[in-house]
């Protein structure tokens, strides 16, 4: 099977997380085939995401969200349950990047960066985070959904407007 969403792209959604301005909030259950891992990844409603783990210098060129986004959102899910080894993890990332309709060139930046510096945050999910008993689940009562809809592709604020919604941060 060709590596694809099984959840419709149109009725992903996510929004802010209150009082975070880095983090995320996933507001529907995300399902996804991979060809790389061979298996379904299921990213949860209320997983707690920051996007793109991207330095702030290099945000001109690759912000925390775009085409990509729902492709960083499923590396999280990966890092945060290592469900498999890193390194497909990673690949699945770069798969995901296409999938999502970027290029492969992004895609290969992508792979690279967190071949390169991912191993830092694996291993603090692995024991630091979950030994401190951290969570990366919201409890739904506490979100207020504001908007943000169909990272993958387009611009968040075009969305949003796009589709009558009030975009707020």
């Given at each position: 099977m060709k590596a694809r969403f099984l959840?419709?792209?149109?009725?992903?959604?996510?929004?802010?997380?209150?009082?975070?301005?880095?983090?995320?909030v996933v507001r529907t259950d995300i399902y996804y085939w991979s060809e790389v891992a061979?298996?379904?990844?299921?990213?949860?409603?209320?997983?707690?995401?920051?996007?793109?783990?991207?330095?702030?210098s290099l945000w001109w060129l690759y912000p925390p969200y775009g085409k990509y986004t729902?492709?960083?959102?499923?590396?999280?899910?990966?890092?945060?349950?290592?469900?498999?080894?890193?390194?497909?993890?990673?690949?699945?990332?770069?798969?995901?990047?296409?999938?999502?309709?970027?290029?492969?060139?992004?895609?290969n930046v992508f792979y690279s960066a967190v071949r390169i510096g991912g191993w830092k945050a694996w291993a603090n999910n692995s024991k630091q985070d979950k030994a401190t008993g951290f969570v990366r689940e919201a409890p739904g009562a506490i979100i207020v959904p504001r908007i943000s809809r169909d990272f993958c592709p387009g611009n968040l604020k075009e969305i949003s407007q796009g589709r009558g919604l009030r975009y707020e941060r």
């Open positions: 959840t419709p792209v149109e009725d992903i959604l996510i929004t802010p997380f209150p009082g975070s301005p880095r983090e995320w061979k298996r379904t990844i299921h990213v949860p409603k209320n997983f707690i995401t920051d996007l793109g783990s991207i330095p702030r729902l492709a960083v959102i499923l590396h999280d899910i990966g890092y945060w349950l290592q469900f498999c080894p890193r390194e497909i993890v990673d690949a699945v990332l770069r798969e995901a990047i296409v999938v999502c309709k970027d290029t492969q060139f992004t895609a």
